[in-house]
Every structure is written in C-alpha cells, then in structure tokens.
C-alpha cells in the first residue's frame, strides 16, 4: 500500500503501488456418524506482486532502508479441521483438532534478482522469504592437530582461529570449491524460520454439573535466530553469564563439552561469525495454554442459598510447555519486517497464571 510521510531511518518512496495477490481457495466440509465426526479441508494457493518490502540502501542517503515494490512471492499452504464426539451421554468428550502447512517461494526480486541480505536473513529467488544465513559451524579446534587441518578463519590476521574457538565449515571458495579457508565465500542458507506445520488441539469434558477444558498448540521444524544469545555470549569478556557457558575450553586436556569456545579478553576471536550457526535455537514447542475446571451448583443449593445459578471454576493460562528452545518464548514475534522473520530480540516471556473465580447470577 502506499506510504506517506516519513519515518527515522527510513525513506518514503512516492513511487509506491498497492500490492497485488490473485489467489485461488478450495475446501470441503464433511460430516460422518449422524454429525459425530465433522472434517474441514481448505487449500489455496496465491501469488503476491509488487511485494512491499524495506530494503537497505547506502547510508550516504541519509536513511539506512527504503520500502520499495519489489518482487514476486507464491504461497501455498493446507489447512484441517477435526471435530469430534468422542463419547456421548452422562459423560462427554468432545476433541477439536487443527492441523495447517505454509509454504512461500520467491519467483521474482527487483529488476536484477540479487538477492536482499537483512542481517542473519536471506531473501533470493528460489526460496522462502527470510532463510537465516551465515556460517555453518563444526564444534570447536579442541587441539593442534584440529587446528592444523582447519578450515581457517581470516588467517594472517589478528582474528584468525584459535585454540578453543568456533569452527565453521569450508563450504566454498573463490573457485566455487573449499579452500581451507573461512569468508564471506562460505556463508549459505543455515536454517529456517518457518515451521514444516502448526497445530493445536482442544478437549472437552463434560460429567453432570463438572466441566474441564484442555487446549495446547504448537509447531514444529523451525529455527530461531537469537540475536539475545549472540549479544550475550559473542563478548570478550572471561565471564561466563549463562549456565550453558559454563563448560568451555579452556585446554588441549579440558576442552570442555566441544562445544563452547573459550573465553577470551582481546579482539582475537568469539566475536567473529555475527550471523552463524551457532545463533540458531530450536523452535519446536508445544504449549498446553489453557485448562479450566468449572463446576456448577445445583439448582437446589444454589436457591437455597439466594442465587439462581452458582459457578466456581479454576483457570490456568499457559501453564506448561514443552520445548529445546533455550529462550523465553519459543513463540517469538517475527516484527515488522518480512524480510527477518524467526528473530528472538529479548522477546517478552509469556505470562502464566491462575484464576480463582465464581460465577452468580440472582
């Protein structure tokens, strides 16, 4: 859409047009066993022009990004729906599930098709918008003859490899081939931000006057990129601030868990490699959000005591969740950017709570 005005740090392009999507949706409902089993499928395909997005520009403009109508994205993606009376009677359960795959793919990027690097993202034609990209990492030299095999970071220089640092992976050199060496030749696609599916799930139980209600969600296969990891750990200083620190090299006969570098005090290495491997956190989570107890008075009690309907009931939000991620919030918001989804920036945790309450209608 078009914008107006400007922003800090951004420049207004009044040559901006509407974005165009020609989309395509196709679903069927159906219902089994006298209404027991209800199933909802929807699929659709879409293809977006002029893509609205902030791209860098040079600063000597004044401004460090531009929104510009650039490029051409197809999305594709499936959606279920699953209801079911599960048990019917004095006792009831009743279980809806859902079940949904998102996939977009880049088919057009500005007049040249290069492709648009936004920090620890990537955006080229053949691929999801955002794909996290760096350098990928092999544990660390934990001796000598680690060393002497390599591959080397920026050697000859002072923040070439070490001793206890990261080793990353020769991916590629100047004759398309690894060369021993590591550069910018060897940053490549290193995950992604987008989960293979999402779902979730809510169980209903039902007995004379007792309510319980289950809901959880989740997804799975995805990546986040923890930018609050790597100002956290990718320091110089010989503190360990974390737990998951703890255990790094510290020599040839103590390398620690082979996987943690060394600490260090100088501009000799851990600070290399802003976007790597290493900055990647499990994004697989499921999470139960919600259970409520709710319990209703009998009728007769309840006007014994002057009320016509009497309900307490116990309701916790986000009680558990289960989860390899090492952050607050597995589920992290993805900004305003398209162009850097799946980034984890001290994102807020989630609060969990439980609520006492009663329900009284006279």
Do not use: C
């Not at 460090?64 to 109508?69: A, G």
């Not at 648009?116 to 030299?141: A, H, K, R, V």
């Not at 499990?282 to 409520?292: E, K, S, V």
């Not at 016509?308 to 116990?314: A, Q, T």
Request: proline share 6%; glycine share 10%; charged share 20%.
């Amino acid at each position: 859409m078009p914008v107006g005005g400007f922003a800090p740090g951004r420049l207004a392009n009044p040559s901006l047009t509407w974005e165009k999507q020609q989309s395509i949706n196709a679903g069927v409902d159906a219902s089994f066993f006298n209404k027991r089993l209800l199933l909802t499928v929807d699929h659709f395909k879409s293809k977006n022009t002029d893509l609205l997005l902030m791209v860098n520009i040079p600063d000597i403009t004044g401004f460090s990004s531009s929104l510009r109508n650039i490029g051409e994205v197809n999305n594709t993606g499936w959606e279920f729906v699953l209801s079911t009376v599960n048990l019917k009677g004095s006792f009831e359960w009743v279980t809806d599930l859902n079940f949904s795959t998102y996939k977009n793919k880049v088919v057009r990027l500005g007049p040249e098709g290069d492709p648009i690097i936004s920090g620890g993202n990537i955006t080229m034609i053949g691929q999801p918008i955002g794909m996290f990209y760096g350098w990928l990492t092999d544990g660390i030299f934990k001796n000598q003859a680690e060393l002497d095999k390599g591959p080397i970071f920026s050697p000859g220089t002072a923040s070439r490899s070490r001793l206890g640092d990261i080793r990353f992976v020769d991916v590629s050199g100047p004759n398309g081939k690894p060369d021993g060496i590591i550069n910018s030749l060897d940053k490549t696609i290193m995950g992604s931000p987008y989960p293979d599916f999402y779902y979730g799930m809510t169980n209903r139980f039902t007995y004379k006057n007792l309510n319980v209600s289950v809901s959880l969600q989740g997804s799975h296969g995805n990546q986040i990129l923890s930018v609050t990891r790597r100002s956290t750990f990718a320091t110089r200083s010989r503190f360990r601030n974390a737990a998951s620190q703890v255990n790094y090299w510290k020599s040839e006969t103590d390398p620690g868990d082979g996987v943690t570098p060394r600490p260090n005090d100088a501009p000799t290495g851990n600070i290399r490699g802003e976007y790597s491997q290493r900055w990647l956190d499990n994004g697989t989570y499921l999470r139960i959000n919600n259970i409520t107890f709710s319990y209703l008075l009998p009728e007769k009690v309840s006007k014994k005591m002057l009320m016509s309907s009497l309900k307490v009931y116990v309701n916790a939000t986000n009680p558990f969740i289960f989860t390899k991620n090492t952050g607050f919030n597995p589920d992290v918001s993805n900004g305003n950017n398209a162009l850097t989804p799946g980034m984890d920036l001290n994102d807020y945790p989630l609060p969990k709570s439980i609520l006492l309450g009663v329900n009284v209608s006279f």
